[in-house]
């Protein structure tokens, strides 16, 4: 595990030890070997696990974001915000699922990226992936729009894929479309023009030191900016401000783990619901207004109550 470790990430460093204690734990069952030399053996630990999630909000998401992306990767971006899909679920999925007619689709099919290229699996995460997702205005308006430039697709075929029509790969969709993209949207570092053919890209890296650089084209500050910046949100943080945004509008925690394809309502509460900065407002508010209606005129005691002289209660 610890020669795994230095060359390969954390997480795909637990799976292979999971495969492994397995075969040797049916090893010991068949009694081939007397106990598991894999049992308490100590994984690299996966930071990747605390990272905070971004939660953009609604405003940013419309106003900034979304209008940053090329028009042609707006359709998956919107996917995940307004459906709450995972990558591999939005990059598998086809037009068989998707009902624009009744404005839904249907989530069974995942790409899973592997060392011998993109694999289409015809099953999710979890059975409780397997489920019905209503389409939100924008992005049945960006499903429609694809579906017309694809003139009439074959229903196998890939909603979202690139120029040839292959599946889209992570790797290179964060590279060359999603980086740029917050650069742009002023979510991740910063772009200044400055005058005649002079741009400034200003950035931070993982130290939190602060660097600068000057280009003459915009597009060459973009990337300098997008390949250096330390950061920024990920596109599985759209999912995360899916489930945030109905929560906070009070959608029921059931329907919003149905949606989200998740087995438990725990899971969509501890994993994909957080505190908003504006929290202790939204409490008082919550209190204060229905107490307003409830309790009696400033300086008028409640009916049946006995006072003494003092206006305690006896």
Known sequence: ??????????????????LLSMI??????????????????KLPRDRSRDVRPVTISREDFFGRLLPAVPPRHRGIVSAAAGAGLRWGECAGLTWSSVDLDRASLRVVHVAEE????????????????VRTVPLPSFLLAALR???????????????????????????NFRRRVWLPSLVRAGLLGQVVN??????RATWQDREGIEWSAEFTTEREAVACVAAKASGGMRFHDLRHAYATWLVTDGV???????????EQASTTLNLYTHTPDDYADRVLEAFNGSAASLLPPTGETPSGSLLDGDGDDL
């Open 1 to 18: 595990m610890t020669g795994l470790g230095r060359d390969l990430a954390p997480a795909t460093v637990a799976k292979c030890y999971q």
């Open 24 to 41: 040797l734990k049916t090893a010991v069952q068949a009694r081939l070997i007397a106990t598991n030399p894999a049992e308490g053996v």
């Open 114 to 129: 592997t060392h011998g290229g993109i694999v289409l699996r015809p099953y999710p995460k979890s059975r409780a992936g």
């Open 145 to 171: 729009e694809l579906h017309t430039a694809a003139d009439d697709p074959d229903p196998r075929a890939l909603v979202f894929r690139d120029r040839v029509g292959r599946p889209l790969r992570r790797s």
């Open 194 to 199: 400055t005058g005649p053919h002079r741009y």
């Open 252 to 262: 029921p925690i059931n329907l919003v783990q149905r949606v989200m394809g998740h």
